[in-house]
């Protein structure tokens, strides 16, 4: 649908302005004069200029995860008390703290105010509200318990960010000890070095090997800074445009799975994020077939994804699920087990929701342990960097001392 930029004037003269979703540049009007504003500025909003916008709200994303969660809570509880839907929104709609989340809201509100459904508003925003979201609103719409869907929903959310938060709080730390190590070097290579090495070499004498790497280094650094950015610029852009392949996405998500002590929690990342979805979409009434296509979209990992989507197909077949997991080698041989007996039983669900849970409790060790190992790591080779660098420094002022004593 496509998206309009307004400027209009609400019923006390005050300019608003904002982006509403509709068909045509008269029904965005209509829908204005349906909030009480009169339209004085109305203007298509380009795709590519959308797009960029929904890029840069991602920089957001915990923030607007947190706002979609706590309007799923309160709907789910409005909705279950018997608040008409419509009502419930406006109320949402006058609590909400967040300008953009406001117009999305009121967007949606109006929608369902012309007789769409709420599933079809809310997948107009996919920024916000994602397929799994849309899906599972869809089939509370269509079986009457749309209550229960925003319950599960917020469940579901809720879990999700739990255990991203335990994984963010494991990689934290050593990405801001690897940032500090970046800029320590470039500090020292580029300010201090530079004024030590030049009173070195007013001596005139011979310098250490190590103090002759250093201060090509340094003078590289100063000379060819340009080109230092130039390369990391072309390097970063040619590795968006190997990802944007499918082959490139494959094997890169394969890599990532295979790395040292962080791969371990990828994968279990990606396999709680399949198995808690999964079961969130099964419970709220969604066939298998479409469960998996939206999982599919929804993994984090081409490896996963595929292999999601070779279930999706042998399910279709009248197949098992467990086999292509088994051999996309991201699920263990006993997660697909366990999948395979709640095929088996009937209870895939349960059995999903179980593995969901015993891959959360597992985390917290996981991120410890890997702390435990990363952060002395990262310690001892910024100490060898400082070290070389201060040992490069001093042994030519260690001959000097020597020397005249």
């Keep these: 649908m496509p998206t309009f930029e307004y400027i209009a004037l609400d019923k006390t003269g005050r300019q608003t302005r904002g982006n509403i979703a509709a068909e045509s540049a008269a029904a965005a009007r209509h829908l204005l004069r349906n909030r009480q504003l009169h339209a004085s500025k109305l203007s298509p909003v380009s ?103 925003l319950s599960l929903l917020a469940d579901y959310m809720s879990k999700k960010q739990r255990l991203e938060a335990k994984i963010k709080a494991a990689l934290t730390y050593p990405i801001i000890l690897v940032v500090v190590c970046i800029i320590v070097t470039t500090v020292l290579m580029t300010f201090v070095v530079p004024r ?24 590289f650094m100063l000379n060819n800074w340009w080109l230092i950015l130039l390369t990391l610029a072309i390097i970063w852009w040619a590795f968006k445009r190997v990802l944007a392949t499918t082959n490139g996405r494959m094997a890169f998500d394969r890599f990532i799975l295979k790395i040292p002590i962080t791969g371990e929690l990828v994968r279990q990342s990606i396999v709680a994020r399949f198995s808690s979805t999964l079961a969130a979409l099964i419970r709220s009434g969604l066939p298998m077939a479409d469960s998996l296509q939206i999982v599919s979209q929804v993994t984090g990992n081409a490896v996963m994804a595929d292999a999601v989507r070779q279930a999706r197909e042998r399910i279709i077949a009248g197949a098992d699920v467990a086999t292509p997991l088994r051999a996309s080698k991201v699920v263990g041989p006993a997660v697909a087990h366990m999948i395979a007996v709640g095929e088996k039983t009937g209870e895939l669900e349960d059995m999903l929701l179980s593995i969901s849970d015993s891959i959360e409790e597992s985390t917290d060790a996981s991120v410890q342990r890997i702390s435990s190992i990363i952060e002395p790591v990262i310690i001892v080779i910024m100490a060898g960097i400082v070290g070389f660098i201060v040992m490069a420094v001093m042994l030519p002022i260690f001959q000097v001392s020597d020397i005249k004593m």
């Design 196 to 219: 030590i090495t030049k009173i070195i070499t007013s001596t005139g004498r011979q310098l250490p090997m190590t103090t002759k790497i250093l201060m090509g280094t340094s003078d």
């Design 47 to 149: 795709e590519a200029a959308h797009s960029g916008r929904m890029e840069f709200t991602r920089l957001f994303s915990s923030r607007r995860r947190r706002q979609v969660l706590e309007f799923t809570r309160q709907l789910g509880t409005m909705v279950r008390a018997d608040v008409k839907l419509t009502e419930s929104l406006e109320v949402l709609i006058s609590q909400a703290s967040d300008r953009r989340f406001t117009q999305v809201l009121q967007n949606i509100r109006d929608q369902v105010m012309a007789g769409e459904s709420l599933a079809n508003g809310l997948k107009e925003y996919p920024s916000w509200f994602d397929a799994i979201y849309a899906a599972m609103i869809r089939v509370g719409e269509a079986t009457g318990n749309l209550g229960r869907s």
